[in-house]
């Protein structure tokens, strides 16, 4: 009971500045999971071609569930266990996968668009996800920078 009250108490301080990662939990496993229930989700949709061409929906969910456990982990970490101090640089590592996972998403949606069998929406919506990503990187290194002084 004690070790639940510890990372409850690691999670909720932390919490407030964390507050874009443990948003980004959401979309990523639940892409992942959509993708698994949905097995032929790239065939309802030409936006979907390129993304389809470079892995199936098998493989675009698993690094996605993989993303967001990594990511999960990370945070639950942050701040919780004092003497473990990789946590800044596992959610660096959390926030890079991230980055790649959305930034293939936007591109392969973006190739869609431009070749026109695609929705630029699509784009809007992942670029989204990827910019909020790529802040992620940019609070996860300067905690690094912080903990290195």
């Given at each position: 009971m004690l070790i639940?009250?510890?990372?409850?108490?690691g999670v909720v301080d932390h919490f407030p500045v964390r507050v874009s990662e443990?948003?980004?939990v959401h979309p990523t496993f639940w892409m992942g999971v959509a993708l698994m229930l949905q097995p032929?989700?790239?065939?309802?949709?030409?936006?979907?071609?390129?993304l389809s061409r470079w892995a199936d929906e098998r493989v675009w969910s698993s690094i996605a569930?993989?993303?967001?456990?990594?990511?999960?982990?990370a945070l639950v970490i942050n701040g919780t266990f004092s003497r473990f101090t990789m946590s800044?640089?596992?959610?660096?590592?959390?926030?890079?996968?991230?980055?790649?996972?959305?930034?293939?998403?936007?591109?392969?949606?973006?190739?869609?668009?431009?070749?026109?069998?695609g929705a630029w929406s699509a784009v809007v919506a992942y670029s989204t996800l990827l910019l909020l990503e790529?802040?992620?990187?940019?609070?996860?290194?300067?905690?690094?920078?912080?903990?290195?002084?």
């Open positions: 639940v009250r510890r990372i409850t108490r443990w948003v980004m032929d989700m790239f065939e309802t949709s030409p936006s979907f071609a390129e569930i993989l993303c967001a456990f990594t990511r999960f982990s800044p640089h596992i959610r660096a590592v959390a926030s890079f996968a991230g980055v790649a996972f959305w930034s293939q998403f936007t591109l392969g949606f973006a190739v869609a668009a431009v070749s026109g069998y790529l802040v992620n990187v940019h609070r996860s290194f300067a905690d690094i920078g912080k903990a290195a002084r």
